[in-house]
T-cell receptor, first 113, second 110 residues
Framework: NAGVTQTPKFRVLKTGQSMTLLCAQDMNHEYMYWYRQDPGMGLRLIHY???????AKGEVPDGYNVSRLKKQNFLLGLESAAPSQTSVYFC????????????FGPGTRLTVT | GEDVEQSLFLSVREGDSSVINCTYTDSSSTYLYWYKQEPGAGLQLLTY?????DMKQDQRLTVLLNKKDKHLSLRIADTQTGDSAIYFCAEKNGGFKTIFGAGTRLFVKA
């Protein structure tokens, strides 16, 4: 049982390049989330999904797209990377109606130059 | 709007107690959480408290909630060097969204 995994762990992009971050969970969770973490700030929700085939915007969705084609995977795409997207990205998942906790992946550190 | 605030740094000596404080603005918060983040890792839930509780104790951890002042604290007894991490306060009002504070970096000096 690997929990929540993220690939890649690190990436450096040039401005304008695109990439996809992959999140996978093996806990059969309904809900999945993408957050970004910046110094001195709390986690900010980018997009989330309440089930396979559904996605919704979070607090800071601009510049990102997501897809949830399979229940266990949640993809975060950057179509044209900008330096402002330099951050650590965390994926999380939780069971339906969980009041207790979200399970987090180890994070992806992205630098856009 | 909803906001969660924490001090950014706390330094304690090994063996002392640590108290990390948090304030929140959403009076309809139903669930309040403390997460721990170790270097290079994701967040891990440490403990949680429901808004109808005043206190929760779990081994070395004590959570105190003052609903009137919208103040939450986490006390770590007998702090160890392994407790050095970033601690995030978070709140949820029963909806989908969890609001996180910026995190308090705890330094434990040997």
């Amino acid at each position: 049982n690997a929990g929540v995994t993220q690939t890649p762990k690190f990436r450096v992009l040039k401005t304008g390049q695109s990439m996809t971050l992959l999140c996978a969970q093996d806990m059969n969770h309904e809900y999945m989330y993408w957050y970004r973490q910046d110094p001195g700030m709390g986690l900010r929700l980018i997009h989330y999904s309440v089930g396979e085939g559904t996605t919704a915007k979070g607090e800071v969705p601009d510049g990102y797209n997501v897809s949830r084609l399979k229940k266990q995977n949640f993809l975060l795409g950057l179509e044209s990377a900008a330096p402002s997207q330099t951050s650590v990205y965390f994926c999380a998942s939780s069971p339906r109606d969980s009041v207790y906790e979200q399970y987090f992946g180890p994070g992806t550190r992205l630098t856009v130059t | 709007g909803e906001d969660v605030e924490q001090s950014l740094f706390l330094s304690v000596r090994e063996g002392d107690s640590s108290v990390i404080n948090c304030t929140y603005t959403d009076s309809s918060s139903t669930y309040l959480y403390w997460y721990k983040q170790e270097p290079g890792a994701g967040l891990q839930l440490l403990t949680y408290i429901f808004s109808n509780m005043d206190m929760k104790q779990d081994q070395r951890l004590t959570v105190l909630l003052n609903k009137k002042d919208k103040h939450l604290s986490l006390r770590i007894a007998d702090t160890q060097t392994g407790d050095s991490a970033i601690y995030f306060c978070a709140e949820k009002n029963g909806g989908f969204k969890t609001i996180f504070g910026a995190g308090t970096r705890l330094f434990v000096k040997a």
